[in-house]
């Protein structure tokens, strides 16, 4: 398997993921985003967001929609995380970007 086959795998799979889960994406997971300011992580959407998604791969499809739509950038910054499920693995650090505006209305 080539990188852009497992490129393509991940992409299909992030796709697949986020249609099963849009509902939870577009009513919890992007207004969370969307209050978000400055650096955070996904600890800290877990923590402002009140219901579980189906399941729990659909935090990370709802950050790449936000990168996609421009709302956050990825930074090269890691940090322990504090979940206990997660056993402090090294989640990254995103960067909320001031000038989306006009695309959150949507959301709000």
């Known amino acids: 398997?080539?990188?852009d086959d497992a490129g393509d795998a991940r992409d299909a799979a992030i796709a697949q993921v986020h249609a099963h889960n849009v509902a939870w994406i577009e009513t919890h997971a992007?207004?969370?985003i969307?209050?978000?300011r400055g650096a955070f992580s996904t600890d800290d959407l877990w923590r402002v967001i009140d219901v579980a998604?189906?399941?729990p791969r659909a935090m990370g499809a709802a950050l790449v929609q936000a990168r996609r739509l421009g709302w956050i950038s990825p930074t090269a910054d890691y940090r322990p995380s504090?979940?206990?499920e997660c056993h402090a693995r090294p989640v990254r650090i995103w960067?909320?970007?001031p000038e989306d505006?006009?695309?959150l209305a949507m959301f709000a």
């Open 53 to 55: 998604p189906p399941e």
């Open 101 to 103: 505006a006009g695309q």
């Open 95 to 97: 960067q909320r970007k």
């Open 30 to 32: 992007l207004p969370a």
């Open 34 to 36: 969307r209050r978000m």
């Open 82 to 84: 504090a979940r206990v």
């Open 1 to 3: 398997m080539s990188s």
